[in-house]
């Protein structure tokens, strides 16, 4: 199975032009009709989607729901989700992605998956919208396809706006439309539901400092939170995501690491207490192992 780890690698792939920036991208899909590869055999990601469709024919399968709704679609796509397609060349709507470097640039997108649940793994459940609620959110995909074709110097924090701007919208129509709905059967329904909580507890462990411990570095932390064995969510973990439990976690604090280093004015050493490392040494050694850069480095060049 196929496995894209970059945005650009998965446009080519599928066989449309390269991104305008490396860590987000946005399109209509008329744009992409004429080249892009009608049928498409599993894949996997590392990115976040956001999509509307507006009018298309075929079959698209994201993660585990097969059938999209009929009428005007909102779906989403989640990092390390199987997606597939066998469609016609007809569709018509937008769709944004954006990667993990999107969110550590971002200041207000640090918590995303407990302020959009939608996105998580479990959550991302397409749902029909209405055609009011299509022209809301055509017209905010609009904006954001137009600030991408300028690329000014300030258009990351203005795309930035417009996607919070769009996540809070989408985020109003799921709650009122999925909420009410009956909750479907899923594949693997107890595997998917740890792999959530095993990244809502990634995601809380690391708020306001609270825990002040490296315990949260390691797996045996997260499985003891969750009741279960290390060696289970190791095996559960890996078998959705293909990345051991570890990597995820490894991934995380890098994430917030880079944040800090970029959005703060932190010191090194306050950074790696920050995220429970023993001393300063050990978190810039974590650091160059994951990026060829020590923090400091880093924080110069500002390269993600």
């Not at 904006?143 to 203005?158: A, H, N, R």
């Not at 010191?267 to 020590?294: G, M």
Request: proline fraction near 4%; aromatic fraction near 12%; hydrophobic fraction near 40%.
């Amino acid at each position: 199975m196929q496995h894209f780890k970059t945005i650009d690698s998965y446009c080519r792939a599928i066989q449309i032009p390269s991104p305008k920036q490396s860590y987000f991208d946005i399109r209509s899909f008329e744009e992409n009709m004429p080249t892009v590869i009608a049928k498409m055999p599993p894949f996997k990601h590392e990115f976040y989607a956001i999509a509307i469709k507006v009018e298309g024919s075929g079959k698209a399968i994201s993660g585990h729901h097969t059938n999209f709704p009929e009428g005007a679609t909102v779906f989403f796509n989640s990092p390390f989700q199987i997606i597939s397609w066998d469609i016609v060349a007809d569709w018509k709507g937008y769709y944004l992605m954006f990667s993990k470097e999107f969110i550590t640039k971002s200041k207000h997108l640090q918590e995303l998956l407990t302020d959009f649940p939608f996105l998580k793994i479990d959550k991302s459940i397409p749902f029909t919208v209405q055609p009011d609620e299509v022209s809301k959110l055509l017209s905010i995909y609009e904006s954001i396809y137009e600030e991408q074709q300028l690329l000014k110097e300030d258009s990351l924090q203005i795309i930035e706006a417009q996607v919070l701007v769009l996540l809070n919208f989408v985020k109003r129509f799921f709650n009122l439309q999925v909420a009410k709905e009956e909750a479907i059967k899923e594949f693997r329904k107890a595997d998917i539901n740890l792999l959530s909580r095993f990244q809502t507890q990634i995601e809380t462990s690391f708020y306001d400092n609270r825990l002040g411990s490296k315990k949260t570095h390691s797996t045996g932390y997260y499985a003891n939170l969750l009741a279960v064995h290390p060696n289970h969510l190791n095996a559960t973990v890996k078998s959705i995501t293909g990345h051991t439990a570890k990597q995820h976690i490894n991934e995380h604090i890098l994430r917030l690491a880079k944040s800090r280093l970029l959005q703060t004015q932190m010191s090194v050493k306050e950074i790696a207490y920050s995220l429970y490392f023993d001393s300063p040494n050990n978190f810039s050694s974590f650091f160059k192992k994951l990026t060829n850069q020590t923090p400091n480095t880093f924080r110069k060049t500002g390269n993600l």
